[in-house]
């Protein structure tokens, strides 16, 4: 038999729970796709599914065979797609939410894809909420933290790290913390988002891992609010260095502890699903990971 139509049965009989569902899906009769399945098996000489008369499930090998499969069938997909878009231009609307902090760094690119693109329109909605992605019917999420939806698909595009930093007013009133166990004793203002919520982990100069408990008066959504109120001298922020680039230049913002180095987080642009991805997103994440490369600098000012 057709190893890829093999291949292909195997996938949409996971996907779709049983054999019945997936005939119907692929328009073949329940005996073709188990047969299909049952070749696949044969071929390999091990068990991908286990069968019982009111369910299937995947076996411990089929897991693992099943993630590959599904890489497989989407790559080529998306070979298909790529062919097809030499004999296309993108149409349609694009629908894009933008985390707000993040809005200056994906504006560029917004104007450059409207510009090379005008059958296209956008709509651009920018906040910090976990949207549902499929239920508001957006294409393409930017965002720091990766999504809690783990059947989104995530494109990490350019890497970026946190700055320890306060204001020196701050520090005249309130003094420089010299070491790690000292910020225990200051307004630490952090990020809802942070993964770890009542410490700040860092790599020292070894690359050992390092951790400092904190608590502050202010957790907010919001980078913006954390840098206006790290500007004004209200505490210490773990702050994303695209955001206090400019501030710590010009040093209205001072770095802290720079014998430790937070961790690398991710600019991620997350999207419902690989199959059939629009040529419209495709081609804005490409855009959007080429712009990235371009500022790394901004993102990671070390």
């Known amino acids: 038999m057709d190893r890829l139509t093999s291949l292909t049965a195997f996938v949409r009989v996971v996907d779709n729970g049983g054999f019945s569902a997936a005939g119907r899906r692929l328009n ?4 073709m796709v188990s047969s299909h399945v049952q070749a696949l098996e044969d071929r390999l000489g091990v068990r991908l599914l286990n069968r019982t008369t009111r369910k299937v499930s995947l076996t411990e090998v089929g897991k693992v065979y099943y993630d590959r499969a599904t890489q497989i069938l989407a790559d080529l997909e998306q070979a298909d797609d790529v062919a097809s878009t030499l004999q296309s231009t993108p149409r349609g609307t694009l629908r894009l939410y ?4 993040l809005v200056p760094f994906v504006a560029p690119v917004v104007t450059e894809f409207m510009s090379s693109y005008p059958e296209v329109k956008l709509e651009v909605m920018m906040g910090e909420r976990d949207v549902d992605m499929i239920e508001e019917g957006f294409d393409l999420a930017v965002r720091l933290t ?7 698909i995530t494109r990490s595009l350019a890497t970026w790290r946190h700055v320890l930093c306060c204001s020196p007013d701050y520090i005249e009133r309130h003094g420089r913390p010299l070491q790690l166990a000292d910020l225990a ?13 009542d410490e700040w982990r860092f790599l020292d100069r070894d690359g050992a891992p390092a951790a400092a ?11 913006e609010t954390l840098r206006q109120a790290a500007l004004h001298g ?6 994303a260095g695209f955001l206090v680039h400019d501030d710590l230049e010009a040093r209205r913002l001072v770095r802290l502890l720079p014998d430790y180095r937070p961790f690398d987080f991710a600019v991620n642009a997350i999207y419902p699903h690989r199959h059939h991805l629009a040529m419209k997103v495709r081609i804005f994440m490409d855009l959007l990971a080429k712009h990235s490369a371009d500022q790394q600098t901004l993102i990671d000012p070390h």
């Open 98 to 101: 933008i985390a707000t902090h």
């Open 146 to 152: 990766p999504p809690r939806d783990s059947s989104l």
């Open 185 to 197: 004793a200051h307004n630490c203002i952090r990020h809802v988002h942070y993964p770890y919520p």
């Open 213 to 223: 408990r904190i608590s502050g008066t202010l957790v907010t959504n919001s980078g």
């Open 234 to 239: 209200l505490g210490i922020s773990l702050a």
């Open 28 to 31: 073949m009769s329940t005996t």
